[in-house]
């Protein structure tokens, strides 16, 4: 004879309950047992708590899991560094946590082809490190390194500051192997450049934000490391010679572009104003900043030909005014008005920020009518615009000291709106998550979302895996 | 009252009359008006007649043609270019034929945002010269590019030769236009570089072979013309010398590595003693031979480089040998011993062919493995491997003149038995087609290719775009 459920064992404890008994105390816990833990992403969206905590050492854990959570109809939150600005890794409520943090570290590494084989959990910083120390680079960076793991820079196809020569996370995998929501594992680890076997699950998979299946390990591309970085920081009459200046530095540069960011002067004036630490690297005002710089292998030839190449470009009228970086030191004071946004937090809380992208043709005007129409509603808001221009990547921020509390859905209408109108991406980079939801349509035709939805359905056929997140009801 | 169908109004006799009707005796051709067209493709596997030839002339055509024959369930073989070499686009029996010859021609080329929108009938060479007049490159490029279409090299993700500095086809396009199974189109034709709104469509059906959509336009990316190219041919000792040599080569040369052709000595010796116009660039025999080449944008600077580095690797004894390029028609003459196999018809007859890839690590194993074992069995065979090393990608051609007829699927058993045991893939880049349906599973689990199914159910339920290609039954 069977027991009758007690009244306190929901359907929810009963999936909890048969992931404890087949993984072990030591593999999931109960909230009791991790009182305290942030459970939150970044992205500053609201977040309930896990009903269980997951911590899985292998794949085949997270197969068992899986496989448990997919018979019982038990949604599962896949949890990386916790650093995801689009809340992707938020609960919802009635869920467990699916967290990589024990499957964290470098299988090996094959100088022959390239390439490392690394569990998810591993942290980006670490696989940088381990690439240089094996005599090659991991190229993608970005500001959460140190936190930041594989698992969620695959789960959401990072980007970062050198995408415009490496590509995005996608274009740094040789392979992955994932558990997909039935428990199934896919992906064979494999090294090869070309394979043309089959649909590409693998980018289907990366970029997925944890709803299509967990990703467990991959094999990583390594690049050649560089030998010389030359850096210098401009300043330019106007967009057309920004985009000009793009073009020829990626014509006539020996090893091509590695960083082509792309400051307005309202956002210049405003870091060099309110950090007294920077440094203006030219005299005078001009109507755009770009940094540029080119990474290569041969430093005497290299240094000579960007002297040259800049020396052309002010001839000819294209830089107003260039300096050159003569040391590291000077490059890095370059970066660091680059990188200011990391003060933010401090210097204008409450802020309204995007990440949208357009095609590099289209950013010089885009930003002019968002600008302009911002302006319309908000004459004396802080408007900062800057970018990876190479990458037609262009990040807005906006900002007025004691806003009604309902300004930030008013600004995101004008923003998002010029970027549906003129066919840009209401995310270039940081995902939708449960943050950009309601924007997505502007990027993706009704056919498209019905596309990605088939496609949800017949792998996740119970849409246990991170639900509510990327795709609107 | 409705009208009994006639016995000959099979149903698809209704599906061609509702296109016809629908679309039009310009658009939609029976096979009485096409008799004498060359309907397969070039891959010598066998064909049937389709039962109408459908030929839009735009997007909406394509539409309607799809609906219709979702309506009817009547199955569909999308037409490229026809040079194919795995059966793709062969016809199995009561197909109609969707071909896009007439959708050709290109849309648009911005050269701000470096990309050119295209109509996927457009052949590659067509595509190649308009960016080359517009000052750009469009860097695919393989023998068929006369002949070959956009839309076929998406289908099949093609590879080619240049492919260690430029990647696959999926690595040329910023987006596509398709229309799926049942009519719908999606696609914006977005000029992104960056865009994470979602599931990656794009690379889903990019290499889907037909089998998931219609690519009708796609939106190009163009790259920055080489202005100088520096080519050498060189002999090595060992095969630990060439994987040594690929890696100081990508990590020294000031423009990268823009081929990296390996030759077996059986190649090298075959074609020099049969093709009685090519030159050996070197005197003596070395164990392999290397066809480097870099192209970058500072002429002066990357030849005196390139010499350096050469110097510096014969120094080194990584290589044994060396003939530098000194003019066009010196490179064209090394390129003519790796482009030998144009010749092949005429010179081996009944061959077996192989396009496979390993890690690069693996490559030289591969090899010899796969060359033993063939001579065990066939002691005199003409055994040719070479291959574009720098992606791990091997071809490998073995032919006996009067072999018994029952030979290939011998000789196949062993290459893609290593293949498998190895961790290869059996089609580094000509697809799967129905050629190699029967060793798909080599490379792909169980798991994959039922998530594979699921995706292609989800996408065309009733199974009408070019089933029994790509997935075993």
Partial sequence: MHEQPSPERSPSQCAVNALREALGADVVSLPHEFTGRKNSDSSRMPCEEPLALIRPRNTEHVATALRICHEHRQPVVTQGGLTGLAGGATFLGAEVALSLELMNGIESIDSVSASMTVLSGTPLQIVQEAADAAGFMFPLDLGARGSCTIGGNLATNAGGNRVIKYGMMRDQVLDIEAVLADGSIVGGLRKMIKNNTGYDLRNLLIGSEGTLAVITRAVLRLRPKPRAVSTAWCGLPNYDAVTTLLRRAQESLPAGVSAFEVMWPGYYDFVLSRLPELRAPLEGKHAFYVLLESSGADP????????????????????????????????????????????????????VSFDVSFSIADVGVAAHRCEQQLREHWPNATILIYGHLGDGNLHIVVQEPDWPQDTAPKVQAVVYGVTGEMGGSVSAEHGIGTKKLKVLALSRTPAELAAMRAIKAALDPLNILNPGKLLPH
Same sequence: chains 1, 2.
């Fill in 300 to 351: 005497a030839r290299q240094a000579d030909a960007f002297e040259d190449f800049l020396s052309g470009m002010l001839e000819e009228g294209l830089i107003s005014d260039a300096a050159l970086a003569s040391s590291e030191s000077d490059a890095a004071a370059f970066w660091a008005i680059r990188d200011a946004p990391g003060e933010y937090q401090r210097l204008i809380p409450g802020r």
